[in-house]
């Protein structure tokens, strides 16, 4: 993993590279961590895959309640030949969240970013199949979202006395 050194020098390389790509770093607990402009993310990503980050290790989405732009896409790479490691945070606002999808870079990130849709709402522009993967289809809202109600929706249970064997399904 980057040093914070190393991490400053990786964000001056990628913002002399992407002009107004990396809005700052975060180094904490040994994590590294570069701010990208959502707008640019997948530049970002394209290029240090290219650096040697090549292995998407996860996808996942954070909100950031009560805090704007609210929504997070994090995504952590892996450089196996180097064995180091470093994330890309990228925000974007409730109103309009939505990123670049970055599946022609890891075919991978396929379901990781249906998952972030289905829970957080963040749309990935230019993803092939942008629907809910873990809730209905005609479900409402985002479960992960920190508004989102305490116990969740209400959910009926149905029970058939003739076809139990006394203990609910």
């Not at 790509?21 to 707008?39: D, K, M, V, W």
């Not at 030949?81 to 999808?101: G, L, Q, Y």
């Not at 289809?137 to 959910?155: A, L, W």
Request: negative net charge; hydrophobic residues 40%.
């Amino acid at each position: 993993m980057p040093d914070a050194t190393g991490l400053e020098l990786a964000a001056q390389e990628l913002s002399e590279a992407i002009p107004q790509s990396i809005l700052g770093t975060e180094f904490h607990r040994g994590r590294a961590t570069l701010l990208a402009s959502p707008a640019k993310a997948h530049d970002v990503l394209e290029r240090l895959k290219g650096m040697g980050y090549g292995f998407l290790a996860s996808l996942h989405g954070v909100d950031y309640y009560p805090e704007e732009p609210r929504l997070g896409v994090l995504y952590e790479l892996f450089d196996m030949e180097r064995v180091d490691r470093i994330s890309v945070k990228a925000r974007v606002h409730t109103d309009a969240p939505s990123i670049a999808t970055v599946i022609d870079l890891w075919p991978g990130a396929n379901f990781p970013e249906r998952e972030v849709y289905d829970m957080f709402g963040v749309v990935f522009e230019g993803h092939s199949d942008m629907r809910r993967i873990l809730m209905p289809e005609d479900y409402e809202g985002f479960p992960q979202r920190r508004d989102f109600p305490v116990g969740g929706e209400p959910v009926l249970f149905t029970y058939n006395e003739e076809q139990s064997d006394g203990k609910f399904a």
